[in-house]
């Protein structure tokens, strides 16, 4: 009954968005197309523990001491350097700031930018987690709808005439967390300069830019960034592990300070042991190198899951194309219920778990949507669970 004490920003009608978003499932042969997993066997575990051997070796006690808030300067200094290579040029180790993964990189941004009812524009569908950290500090929505080559802009800008108050837009433009669409070159220049006509900033979150399977590269938001505008976010959960809680953003100095202020009051400092063991990693090896590893299996994977989803599913189920990334985004007809079939169909009769789409919207109000992780599953799993999904999905079974 302490509950009526809690603040108010808690008190929501709706679920958490992340707990108990994968619902509990033990039958023996479950198969999981829910979490954004990565492949497990491709760790690379015996660099690691021998980089935190030499991280903990090196300083000798001074390791488990208190460290400075930014972490480790070499650690700092290789990222402004990855930062420079894709394009943001001038980047320093004083603009990079470490995060406890990415996940606390959009929470420290919404807390610099968000008070209850600022106005703050998002992909509609939109990551998961980051609606979770914004709802906490209670903005008001506008959704923007994505097209196959990423948000629509013309309908953006009318709602930027419209509400001139919006200050921050969030966005995943490289295989976007739920969908995999990835936003065109002229959509991320034109972005830009939407954000100086309209004087917004952008949240520019990517941690699976690196995992491109099929196509060319295209260069960041922050890339085109004359003005400071642009927060670039990134994290080594998908391309290291996500064990270490380790992201990364490259801001203004002006924001980058006041960040490092939040930092601070929210948990000191980036875990040493987890920064000074990865810095250690990238000293000794080449983290591309063990990206293309990566790539190699999850391009495997994803063209055995675009081929499975198409065998399997209904046919007029729209499967969205990513090429890269870790998830598909599927949509069906709007009779559809996706989280009423997770309960009463995938999970206890199925043994599948995905992810229904009404988590990804502000409002929670779509549920004829669905997202499938497929680099954490086997290849048979891949095929397996289209199969199952395909039988949750068809027709008959819906009547
Ligand atoms: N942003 C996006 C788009 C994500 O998909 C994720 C992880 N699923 C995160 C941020 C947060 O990841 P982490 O905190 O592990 O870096």
Not at 32 to 55: N, R, V
Not at 198 to 210: C, G, S
Not at 224 to 243: H, M
Not at 283 to 290: G, I, K, P, S, V
Request: some cysteine; overall charge negative; glycine content about 6%.
């Amino acid at each position: 009954m302490l509950s009526k004490l809690f603040a108010k920003r808690t008190k929501t009608e709706n679920p958490s968005r992340l707990q108990g978003l994968f619902p509990e499932s033990n039958y023996a042969d479950n198969i999981s197309f829910g979490g954004g997993c990565p492949d497990e066997s491709l760790f690379p575990s015996q660099a690691l523990q021998a980089a935190y051997q030499k991280a903990v070796g090196l300083e000798k006690s001074h390791s488990f001491q208190y460290h400075d808030v930014k972490g480790p300067a070499a650690l700092r200094d290789y990222l402004a350097n990855r930062a420079r290579q894709q394009g943001i040029a001038n980047a320093s180790a004083d603009d990079i700031l470490l995060t406890a993964g990415g996940q606390q990189g959009i929470d420290l941004v919404a807390k610099l930018f968000l008070e209850a009812g600022d106005e703050m524009a998002v992909e509609a569908p939109s990551y998961v987690g980051a609606l979770a950290a914004f709802d906490n500090y209670e903005p008001v929505y506008h959704e923007i709808p994505l097209e196959d080559d990423g948000v629509n802009l013309d309908y953006f800008e009318e709602q930027l005439k419209q509400h001139p108050a919006i200050k921050l837009f969030y966005t995943v433009p490289d295989f976007h967390n739920p969908t995999g669409i990835t936003m065109s070159l002229a959509k991320r220049q034109r972005l830009v300069a939407l954000a100086e006509r309209y004087d917004f900033v952008i949240l520019e979150d990517t941690p699976y830019r690196d995992l491109r399977y099929h196509g060319e590269s295209l260069p960041s938001i922050k890339s085109f960034d004359t003005e400071g505008r642009v927060i670039f976010l990134s994290s080594f959960s998908k391309i290291l592990s996500p064990a270490f809680r380790l992201g990364w953003l490259v801001a203004s100095p002006e924001i980058k300070e006041q960040l490092v202020n939040l930092k601070l009051a929210a948990d000191l400092e980036v875990p040493y042991l987890a920064a000074g063991t990865v810095a250690a990693y990238l000293a000794d090896n080449d983290l591309d190198e063990h990206i293309g590893q990566l790539k190699q299996v999850y391009r495997v994977k994803l063209d055995a899951m675009a081929k499975a989803l198409k065998t399997y599913l209904p046919a007029d189920a729209k499967i969205s194309q990513p090429e890269g990334g870790f998830f598909f985004w599927v949509e069906l007809g709007d009779e559809i219920d996706t989280r009423q079939l997770l309960l009463d169909e995938a999970v206890p009769k199925e043994h599948l778990i995905y992810v229904p789409s009404a988590s990804f919207y502000p409002n929670w109000d779509k549920n004829n949507g669905l997202r499938v992780n497929f680099t954490g599953s086997s290849l048979s799993q891949i095929d397996e669970g289209a199969q199952r999904l395909g039988r949750i999905l068809s027709p008959a079974q819906l009547q």
